[in-house]
Every structure is written in C-alpha cells, then in structure tokens.
C-alpha cells in the first residue's frame, strides 16, 4: 500500500494540469513540463487537488504509484518555484565561468572543460568557486549538478574538487596515518 502515492497534490495559484493522450502537462508561470502517464495509473483532478489513482493492486503498478504521485509533484513545484542546486568549487587554481550558455571549469587539468548547459537550465557563478543551478526539472537538474561534480569528484586525501555545496567530506590520513 503506497502512503505516498495516496497524499494529494495541493495546486498553486497560476499552475494548470491537463492530462492528453496518456501525457500529464503542467503549466505554471516559470514554464511547461511534460511527462508521459506511467502504465495502470490515472490523474484525476479535483479543482486544487490532484489524486493519482491505479487500476489494479499488482506489484507492478503498486510500485509506480508512489513515484508517479512524487514526479507530477515535483512537475508542480518546479513550474510554481523553480529548483536550485549550489555547487562548490575547492582546490587552489581551480575555478568556473559562465560564457553564453556554458560553463567553463579550470579544475588543475591542462585544458579547460566548456560544459554545455541544456535547455531550461541555468548557471550562475558567484565569486569564481560556487555555482548555481537552476531550472524548472527536477530530475534534469540533478543529472547536470552530477555530470558536472564528476568532472573533477572530491579527493578523500586532499578534499579538492567539485562538490555539493550541503556535502561534508571528510578527510582521510595519509600513508603515515596520522
């Protein structure tokens, strides 16, 4: 028995649902997200409330309950707010820049990575060391802030690299164990 899938989606002002053959749109003052309906699920809308509903109790379907309920949430929130992710840069030399619709890193590496950031994402630097993310998509967002950690991912010896901005690391001792 999915708990998640059962709570209802609160609607904000200015945020439309329709739902078209088997596609959920969402449409909010920041942008439109599309995603197709997962199979044995239906969207009912109830003026401010969304209910996600499955046809049948198999495991399956159970099991895409809840996540549809948390994808159309999200669908909501991120055209209502919009999300953010902060990324930190750490390492003496090691910095970022935005050029157009790029992000270009110096990360200690002989040349530097041009990161092409996709449509409805976009990045901010402040200072030279922390980057800001932001879109609309969740889950777009999180696969760039990843793709962009793993251009160089934190050292455990020397704690250099790109980080999250909420990640502790923690430092490990050397080869004489201090």
């Known amino acids: 028995m999915s708990r998640i899938g059962k709570k209802p989606i609160e609607m904000p002002k200015g945020v439309k649902l329709e739902i078209k053959d088997g596609e959920v749109v969402v449409t909010g003052p920041k942008g439109t997200l599309k995603r197709s309906l997962l199979e044995g699920l239906t969207v009912q809308s109830d003026g401010n409330v969304i209910n996600v509903q499955r046809s049948s109790e198999e495991k399956k379907i159970m099991g895409y309950h809840g996540l549809m309920r948390s994808l159309i949430a999200n669908m909501v929130e991120g055209v209502h707010n919009g999300f953010e992710r902060k990324l930190e840069i750490v390492g003496i030399g090691y910095r970022a820049e935005t050029q157009g619709n790029n992000v270009?890193?110096?990360?200690?590496?002989?040349?530097?990575?041009?990161?092409?950031?996709?449509?409805?994402?976009?990045?901010?630097?402040?200072?030279?060391?922390?980057?800001?993310?932001?879109?609309?998509?969740?889950?777009?967002?999180g696969e760039i802030a990843a793709k962009m950690r793993a251009l160089r991912k934190p050292d455990a010896y020397k704690n250099k690299g790109v980080k999250y901005a909420e990640e502790v690391l923690k430092k490990k001792a050397g080869k004489s164990g201090k």
């Open 104 to 141: 270009v890193f110096y990360l200690g590496y002989s040349h530097p990575i041009t990161f092409p950031l996709p449509q409805g994402i976009s990045a901010q630097v402040d200072k030279q060391t922390s980057l800001t993310i932001k879109g609309i998509d969740k889950e777009l967002l």
